[in-house]
C-alpha cells in the first residue's frame, strides 16, 4: 500500500478521559486496520486506507467502545475543561485555583469556560472538580500510601476537617469508613457525568 493511498485524520472523542480509554481504542483501532500516529486523552490522530476503512466504520468503533466523535467547537472544549481538571486533581501540585490553572491551560476567560461546561455537562466546573476529587481522595484511600491529612493536602485542602466533612456530605461515609470497607465504590473517570 503506498502512502498517497492513505488518509491522515484528527479525531475529537467525547468520553476519553483517562489512559484506560487511550488503550482500549489504540487496541481496537489496531484490530481493524487503521493506524495511531498520536493518541492523547480526547484526540486521535490516526492513518488509513480509505479503500477498506471509512469514517462511519471508525465512528462505529468509537460508540461500540462508548465514546463520541465531535466536531462541535463547544463539545471539544467541554471535553478540553474536564481533562484539564482531572489533570489538576491528578497531577499538580494544588498551589493554584482551579479556575486560573484552567484559564492559563486554555487562555480563554473563566467565566465563559464556566458557562459552556455547564451547559454541556449541566454541572458546574467547581461540582465536577468536587466530585472528582472524590473519587480521588478514594483512590488515595484505597492505596493505603498517605494518610488523611497528607490525602487532604494533596487535594488542595487546607486541612483534614475540610476534606473529612467534605467527603462526608458527598459519600455519607467517614474517610474511616470508607477505609474499612471490603470493596471500595469508586466510579470510573469515564462513568462520571
Known amino acids: 500500500m503506498e502512502s498517497k493511498e492513505l488518509i491522515t485524520q484528527e479525531i475529537k472523542v467525547k468520553g476519553m478521559i483517562c489512559s484506560r480509554c487511550i488503550k482500549v481504542l489504540k487496541m481496537e483501532f489496531k484490530t481493524i486496520g487503521v493506524e495511531v500516529i498520536d493518541i492523547h486523552l480526547g484526540e486521535i490522530i490516526v492513518r488509513y486506507n480509505p479503500h477498506k476503512i ?16 465531535i466536531s462541535d467547537e463547544q463539545d471539544i472544549l467541554s471535553e478540553q475543561i474536564k481533562i484539564l481538571i482531572i489533570e489538576w486533581i491528578w497531577n499538580t501540585k494544588q498551589g493554584t485555583t482551579l479556575s486560573n490553572f484552567l484559564t492559563k491551560k486554555i487562555g480563554k476567560n473563566y467565566s465563559l469556560l464556566s458557562k459552556i461546561f455547564s451547559k454541556r455537562f449541566g454541572k458546574t466546573i467547581e461540582r465536577y472538580g468536587i466530585i472528582l476529587k472524590m473519587e480521588r481522595a ?3 484511600i484505597e492505596s493505603g500510601q498517605l494518610s488523611f491529612s497528607q490525602i487532604a493536602y494533596s487535594l488542595g485542602y487546607q486541612n483534614l476537617s475540610a476534606l473529612s466533612r467534605q467527603f462526608k456530605r458527598e459519600t455519607g461515609l467517614t474517610l474511616k469508613d470508607y477505609k474499612k470497607l471490603d470493596v471500595g465504590n469508586r466510579i470510573a473517570l469515564d462513568k462520571i457525568r
Open 54 to 69: 471509512t469514517l462511519t466504520m471508525i465512528s462505529q468503533l468509537i460508540k461500540e467502545n462508548e465514546f463520541e466523535l
Open 138 to 140: 478514594k483512590e488515595s
